[in-house]
């Protein structure tokens, strides 16, 4: 199935988005750095594994978040998007791309609170 952008057909999303020359460029460019701040990434997930993703702890949270949490599910979903293995069922924008992560963000869990 192909989507419209702007008049023409595309036979992808890569192609909707217009990421095709941005990701041509960056895969000649693995000295490019791409900061992420978000919520915790499962590191050890099959398509970031052999990475050049870096976590850095510290601050305000970060590494509570339960591996099978919503929390977990985003960062690895984002990470991914940005530097997933080749091998990967979706592309990444630049697989060989450094990574560094900060999770500022944890497993948010549910609080009582009482009458005011």
Do not use: K, W
């Amino acid at each position: 199935m192909t989507t419209r952008a702007g008049g023409v057909y595309a036979s992808s999303p890569i192609d909707v988005v217009n990421l095709g020359p941005l990701m041509a460029r960056i895969a000649e460019m693995p000295e490019v750095r791409i900061g992420l701040i978000d919520v915790p990434v499962a590191l050890g997930h099959p398509d970031l594994v052999g990475g050049n993703i870096h976590q850095i702890f510290g601050g305000l949270c970060g590494g509570d978040a339960q591996v099978n949490s919503i929390a977990h599910t985003h960062g690895t979903f984002v990470a991914g998007m940005l530097s997933a293995s080749g091998g990967s069922a979706s592309p990444a924008i630049c697989p060989d791309c450094t990574l560094p992560m900060r999770p500022i963000f944890g497993t948010f869990r549910a609080r009582t609170v009482g009458r005011i």
